[in-house]
């Protein structure tokens, strides 16, 4: 199988990042489309990139990030459905078609079909989701979720999450939990094999403190099913890249070569030492590589405003 050259960032895949990375920021406003409301985030012109977090996230970890993609691109970040302040999707409505139709109706309403969209784990699923209804999208799928549970993982994992995700009284536990323990949330992030800082500490403390964002996110898995989308993936063939931190103990970096095999003409660029929240650790990093992308594609640079264009 041939496969285009995987993306040269050289130094920038390294934790360096972290040093003197832009404050957190939060500017999100609360819009309607559908019958849901939605929280987002934006900020930029020119190419627009769409970013969508992964399940029991938020649109702010990508707070760091936005700023130094709003220098060249118009950025979208929403809360996905039943996360942070953006409303659930009705029950038996949290699969992967729901929250791909959801967010190409809200990107429609609001005239900013993406050029890039930019996933995060279970975002990259709906990222590719999303780009096989629109042939000009590319993904970026960092450490993305796309490949199916298989044998013991999905013979438990998903009657469990089914079990859990209907139950209210789960998500109210869950987060009493989090009020009662202080080291419950930095101990979870550990395990995601990413350092994190105070900051995106207390962005996770103050979401997984919330019953309405536990259960939306017990509902996401609950209704997780990718044997769908996989043999479609090839569709998408140059458009996609993959991303994986090789310290990730949530997504093998194996599962991007597994996707990369599958995808003639998919690109592959591995982060050395990076976990599964890269784009927290080394935002400017991440930043490079969607330029690159952009750069790849004959995405062309931002043109200034008319207001900012005279002399």
Same mark, same amino acid.
């Given at each position: 199988m041939?496969s285009?050259?995987?993306?040269?960032?050289?130094?920038?895949?390294?934790?360096?990042?972290?040093v003197?990375?832009?404050?957190?920021?939060?500017?999100?406003?609360?819009?309607?489309?559908?019958?849901?409301?939605?929280q987002?985030?934006?900020?930029?012109?020119?190419?627009? #990139?769409l970013?969508?977090?992964?399940?029991?996230?938020?649109?702010?970890?990508?707070?760091?990030?936005?700023p130094?993609?709003?220098d060249?691109f118009?950025v979208?970040a929403?809360?996905?459905?039943?996360?942070?302040?953006?409303s659930?999707?009705?029950?038996g409505?949290s699969?992967?078609?729901?929250?791909?139709?959801?967010?190409n109706?809200?990107?429609?309403?609001?005239?900013?079909?993406?050029?890039?969209?930019?996933?995060?784990?279970?975002?990259?699923?709906?990222?590719?989701r999303?780009?096989?209804?629109?042939?000009?999208?590319a993904?970026l799928?960092?450490?993305?979720?796309?490949?199916p549970?298989?044998?013991?993982t999905?013979?438990?994992?998903?009657?469990?999450?089914?079990?859990?995700?209907?139950n209210?009284? #789960?998500?109210r536990?869950?987060a009493?939990?989090v009020?009662?323990?202080?080291?419950?949330?930095p101990?979870?992030l550990?395990?995601?094999?990413?350092?994190?800082?105070?900051?995106?500490l207390?962005l996770?403390?103050?979401?997984?403190?919330?019953p309405?964002?536990?259960?939306?996110?017990l509902?996401?898995?609950a209704?997780w099913?990718?044997?769908?989308l #996989?043999?479609?993936l090839?569709?998408?063939?140059?458009?996609?890249?993959l991303?994986?931190g090789?310290a990730?103990?949530?997504?093998?970096?194996?599962?991007a070569?597994?996707?990369?095999?599958?995808?003639?003409g998919?690109r592959?660029?591995?982060?050395p030492?990076?976990?599964?929240?890269?784009?927290?650790e080394?935002?400017?990093a991440?930043a490079?590589?969607?330029?690159?992308?952009?750069?790849?594609?004959?995405?062309?640079?931002?043109?200034?405003?008319?207001?900012?264009?005279?002399?």
């Open positions: 041939t285009a050259p995987a993306l040269d960032i050289g130094a920038t895949c390294s934790r360096d990042g972290i003197g990375s832009p404050p957190l920021v939060n500017n999100g406003q609360l819009i309607a489309s559908g019958a849901l409301r939605w987002v985030r934006s900020a930029g012109y020119g190419p627009r #990139v970013l969508l977090h992964g399940t029991g996230s938020a649109a702010e970890s990508w707070a760091r990030l936005i130094l993609l709003a060249r118009q979208l929403p809360d996905l459905p039943g996360h942070g302040a953006t659930a999707l009705p029950p409505r699969g992967l078609d729901e929250f791909a139709a959801a967010l109706r809200l990107v429609a309403d609001r005239d900013e079909r993406p050029d890039i969209i930019v996933g995060h784990s279970a975002g990259a699923a709906i990222a590719a999303m780009a096989l209804e629109d042939p000009r999208v993904v799928a960092l450490n993305g979720a796309l490949r549970l298989s044998g013991w999905a013979a438990t994992f998903v009657p469990l999450a089914r079990l859990l995700g209907t209210a009284l #789960v998500a536990l869950a009493r939990m009020v009662a323990d202080p080291q419950a949330v101990r979870l550990a395990a995601t094999g990413s350092r994190i800082d105070a900051g995106m207390a996770y403390a103050g979401l997984l403190r919330r309405e964002h536990v259960a939306g996110t509902r996401m898995l209704h099913d990718l044997r769908a #996989v043999p479609r090839d569709a998408l063939g140059p458009r996609l890249t991303v994986a090789a990730d103990r949530i997504i093998a970096p194996q599962d070569l597994w996707v990369h095999q599958r995808v003639p998919s592959l660029l591995c982060l030492a990076l976990g599964h929240l890269a784009h927290e080394t935002p400017a991440i490079n590589i969607v330029a690159q992308l952009a750069q790849d594609r004959g995405l062309p640079g931002h043109a200034k405003p008319d207001a900012e264009a005279a002399p």
